[in-house]
């Protein structure tokens, strides 16, 4: 049975290299009729908080991740929080020990800390060894800590030889011997260090793939040998590449927005999000970019994950967002993009819904022209805000056309029966049938008088949206700053 794990530290919000992971991880496991356990590292008890673990939850189902066992839904490898595995680790711990596989120091973490600088500002690795440790165990020290209810530091005992990795991305990687030396495993308040609670984790938990960031590539040589000391099965690892910005450097925070709740509020569709991370460092078969939740899972292969850095070109990612936009259901589109119109005071809540037919055609008029949801209520302004009177001076004959054309059409529009589509447009088949204005022209200078831009929505779906008063006063204003 194929067994992943994401396990995020709720210490902030979900960034988008974490958010590939765990998708990658879901990926693989659907693919492969797997499960995803998810597994949240609080043991910084400082740092970690129950609101951050919340948040992460949300903006992975928001993703579209979901999971198989973790501490919201349970399972039979729990508990699935690591501030709550603590027996688990300290019999771990005391196996190694019993062994002789692990020894107790009773160092203060600020001796540790000096012996660690001591050894570097002699130009030396920081490698402890047993004999260099022990000058810590005096029965005077033990004594000590003994009054004082203090634990000793837990060290695991490395051992000198090569270690060979068969990364399922990376080839192999080799570690030579003597890389690293001793190393802590369980700090003096009791708390386990990262490199071994991840172990005992994923020894307990059965993972049978690891697929993780390549920055944990260093960590990989401590939980080789901690595996191979509780003479358990080593997972399959994959370490995927970081994530670059466009400047070829990690991404972060001097990039932009690095988090999923950024883009969650910008305006990002979660399917749109969750197409664009996956094309980060992975490609389809076929090259195809645009691909729904159904194919993105049927075609995943840890095979086709680029060895190479993937770079996050947030151009691309608005792009596809849009795409999104366009072709999503309206319904749905209007509903994401209510929030965003309330919130720059178009309209209110109660407009909202009193209105709601309106809002939808008003949606569907701008939702060509925009990338994210949060530039709908700019793009909708032209309905609510008067544009800038644009003064129309005939100064040739085209211009004289036009003009006339202009007058015309105020005075159908005014006595129109009822206000559609079809009669619109049937009023400006008719002025250019009769009037024979320029045509480009006509529809230039109309689309400047009621918007001041050029570019924007169908001239019909302006015209319409805005209704007959609106349309009227528009034209008045320009026909009588001649």
């Known amino acids: 049975m194929i067994r992943v794990r994401f396990a995020p530290s709720p210490t902030g919000y979900l960034h988008v290299g974490g958010a ?28 970690s908080t129950k609101e951050y673990e919340d948040q992460l939850m949300e ?12 501490p919201d839904v349970g399972g039979a490898f729990g508990p699935y929080r690591q501030s709550e595995r603590g027996p688990i680790y300290r019999e771990m711990i005391g196996d190694l020990l019993q062994r002789g596989q692990a020894y107790e120091v009773h160092a203060y973490p600020e001796e540790i800390e000096e012996l660690h600088d001591k050894l570097l500002s002699e130009g030396k690795a920081p ?5 260099m440790l022990e000058a810590f165990n005096t029965d005077e020290r033990i004594s000590e800590f003994e009054s004082k209810g203090l634990r000793p530091v837990v060290f695991f005992k490395m051992p000198r030889k090569e270690y060979r990795l068969p990364d399922l991305i990376k080839g192999e990687v080799v570690f030579k011997e ?25 020894i307990t938990m059965e993972i049978s793939h690891v697929i993780r960031g390549d920055d944990h590539l260093s960590n990989t040589l401590r939980q080789l040998a901690l595996y191979e000391a509780f003479g358990a099965p080593i997972p399959s690892f994959a370490h995927v590449s970081m994530i670059l910005g466009p400047d070829g450097k990690k991404l972060s ?4 927005d690095t988090s999923v709740e950024q883009f969650r509020e910008r305006g990002f569709l979660p399917e749109a999000f969750f197409n664009f991370l996956t094309l980060l460092g992975w490609s389809h078969p076929d090259g195809k970019e645009i691909l729904n939740h159904e194919e993105i899972v049927e075609s995943f292969s840890i095979e086709r994950v680029n060895t190479s850095a993937a770079i996050f070109d947030e151009a691309k990612a608005k792009w596809m967002n849009g795409v999104y936009i366009r ?5 749905r589109i209007t509903d994401l993009a209510v929030p965003f119109i309330i919130q720059s005071k178009l309209m209110t809540a109660e407009d909202a819904v009193a209105n709601r037919k309106w809002l939808k055609r008003a949606v569907d008029s701008v939702r060509k022209g925009v990338e994210t949801l949060s530039e709908i209520p700019d793009k909708m302004r032209l309905y609510f805000e008067d544009p800038q009177v644009t003064f129309f001076t005939p100064s040739n004959d085209v211009e004289k056309g036009v003009y006339k054309a202009l007058e015309a059409f105020k005075e159908r529009v005014e006595y129109l029966d009822s206000w559609n589509n ?39 779906d302006i015209i319409f949206l805005l209704g007959r ?5 528009r034209l008045q204003r320009a026909i009588n700053s001649i």
């Open 422 to 460: 079809d009669e619109i447009i049937g009023t400006i088949r008719g002025i250019l049938k009769d009037l024979k204005p320029d045509r480009k022209a006509f529809y230039m200078t109309l689309r400047k008088i009621l918007t001041s831009v050029e570019e924007g929505p169908e001239l019909v």
């Open 59 to 70: 903006s992975l189902l928001w993703l579209g991740i979901t999971w198989d066992e973790g």
């Open 127 to 131: 490698h402890y060894d047993q004999e």
């Open 469 to 473: 008063n609106k349309t009227l006063n």
């Open 178 to 202: 003597g890389a690293i030396g001793d190393f802590v495993i369980m700090r003096s308040n009791g708390q386990p260090i990262y490199n071994f609670a991840v172990v005992a984790d994923d």
């Open 327 to 331: 072709e999503s259901d309206l319904e």
């Open 253 to 256: 925070k001097r990039h932009g």
């Open 20 to 47: 590939r992971t765990a998708l990658f991880n879901y990926l693989f496991a659907r693919h492969y009729g797997g499960k995803l356990v998810l597994r949240v590292e609080d043991t910084d008890i400082s740092r």
